[in-house]
């Protein structure tokens, strides 16, 4: 039985608000704070932010949380790839692999939690 488009597509978005919140919130204690900026914080906040999406997704689906977590892992990557493209001419595939693995693996983890948290 195939996946259901609308909550993954709830995830997604779900992820992009909550990375837009972490987002703030680190800004805000790094511009008043001595706390330099690194990249092991950019990965946490995507972390995060993708396994709430997951954990929303499948809770909404309320079956098959890990396949659905990781769908919005990789919903997730794709957005990243499209504000990338349209913002900076050079991509560090690199990273983009490297933030695939998390979003899998968070996604994942958040999708089987969502589902644990639906029973």
């Known amino acids: 039985m195939p996946l259901a488009f609308q909550p993954i597509l709830r995830g997604i978005l779900y992820s992009i608000i909550i990375a837009f919140i972490l987002i703030g919130v680190v800004g805000l204690v790094t511009n ?8 092991l914080i ?7 932010s993708v396994f709430f ?14 396949y659905y977590g990781a769908a919005v ?3 997730m990557i794709l ?9 900076e001419p050079r991509i560090d595939w690199l ?25």
């Open 32 to 39: 008043l704070t001595n706390l330099p900026e690194s990249s």
């Open 42 to 48: 950019e990965n946490g906040i995507f972390s995060v």
């Open 53 to 66: 999406g997951g954990l929303t997704a499948a809770r909404m689906a309320g079956t098959k949380g890990l």
């Open 73 to 75: 892992g990789m919903g």
């Open 79 to 87: 957005v990243i790839l499209l504000f990338l493209a349209i913002m």
């Open 95 to 119: 990273v983009i692999a490297e933030r695939a693995l998390y979003a899998l693996v968070a996604g994942g983890i958040g999708g089987i939690v969502g589902v644990a948290l639906k029973q």
